[in-house]
């Protein structure tokens, strides 16, 4: 069974960092973060293939966010720099179990985290 507990939100100025991490227990083929802000559409924000390592970005956080996973410790990551206002949502950490999936969309993914809040001011 495949598990995920985030951590690491809070709030941030604009221009600061944060780092989110996320336990997943369980083999998986791909994982990812997503987010939701109030009043809008849950969107993908990053993907990485746990075997490959080949990892994918919304447009609207590349050169900004790194995911990156820690097999030894079944840690997942988000590395949040350069952040904006609109950065802000609950962020979720997502995983899928099995392949025969782009990865890309959230029905793509079985496994959900409870979200963890990002807050960035201005």
């Known amino acids: 069974q495949v598990q995920s507990v985030e951590s690491g939100g809070g709030s941030v100025q604009a221009g600061g960092s944060l780092r989110l991490s996320c336990k997943v227990s369980?083999?998986?083929?791909?994982m990812g973060w997503f987010r939701q802000a109030p009043g809008k559409e849950r969107e993908g924000v990053a993907t990485i293939y746990t075997n490959s390592g080949f990892t994918r970005y919304a447009d609207a956080v590349q050169g900004r966010f790194t995911i990156s996973q820690d097999n030894a410790k079944n840690t997942l990551y988000l590395q949040m720099d350069s952040l904006k206002p609109e950065d802000t949502a609950m962020y979720y950490c997502v995983a899928r179990r099995y392949g025969g999936s782009q990865c890309t969309q959230d029905v793509d993914f079985g496994y959900w985290g409870h979200g963890t809040q990002v807050t960035v001011s201005s």
């Open positions: 369980g083999y998986t083929y791909c």
